[in-house]
């Protein structure tokens, strides 16, 4: 009986989940000094500017179900120019060159259209901006509508280096170069004119 009652006892700690949730906490607490190497890489940041902007979108056609095209992108250097193009069909898009958002009825007016959108920025490293854009480029990520209004070409950026790219950790207005006296040179294209065989859907 003494032993039925102890196994009793165990499996009663083992359920408890309070109980199972402060051991892993114990644990995690013993583990920091082993692992504070790991911890060291993730709050390292780097400076990084915007070097572009895009929007891709998906629709179905009678070949292919998710057919993907650019929608808009916009590319700079971070120092003297943007260039690209804008949707002839969304002009609101880009209102200026530091001022790239795609407003709530935008959005919806997409999501009826396409069946899919995405968000895109690409970010450069600051400590190489002098060599080309392919170079200096830390890759392309996906972000929500909310992160992609808000980042504009002339922002400070601070990132933390994965083993998959980078994650953006702070965004500092304006922090990174004043755009004002930049070369802009954005031109406009129609979807549908771009791709004609594409079945490429109507505007609402």
Request: charged share 20%.
């Amino acid at each position: 009986m003494l032993i039925l009652s102890h196994l009793q006892t165990v499996g009663q700690q083992i359920m408890n989940p309070s109980r199972r949730m402060f051991i892993i906490s114990t644990l995690g607490l013993a583990g920091l000094g082993s692992t504070s190497g790991c911890l060291d890489v993730l709050s390292r940041s780097e400076p990084a500017f915007l070097s572009y902007k895009g929007i891709k979108v998906q629709w179905a056609t009678d070949r292919v179900q998710g057919y993907v095209a650019d929608l808009c992108w916009l590319w700079s250097d971070g120092q003297s120019r943007i260039f690209g193009w804008e949707p002839e069909e969304y002009p609101d898009i880009v209102r200026t060159a530091t001022d790239v958002a795609v407003s709530d009825e935008t959005f919806r007016a997409l999501q009826e259209r396409f069946t899919g959108v995405r968000f895109l920025v690409g970010l450069s490293s600051v400590e190489t901006a002098n060599l080309s854009l392919l170079e200096s480029d830390f890759g392309h990520l996906d972000v929500s509508r909310e992160r992609f209004n808000r980042l504009q070409f002339g922002d400070g950026i601070q990132v933390n280096p994965t083993d998959s790219g980078v994650r953006i950790r702070a965004i500092q207005k304006g922090e990174h170069n004043d755009p004002t006296d930049w070369t802009v040179t954005i031109g406009t294209k129609n979807l549908a004119e771009q791709f004609p065989d594409s079945q490429v859907p109507e505007p609402n």
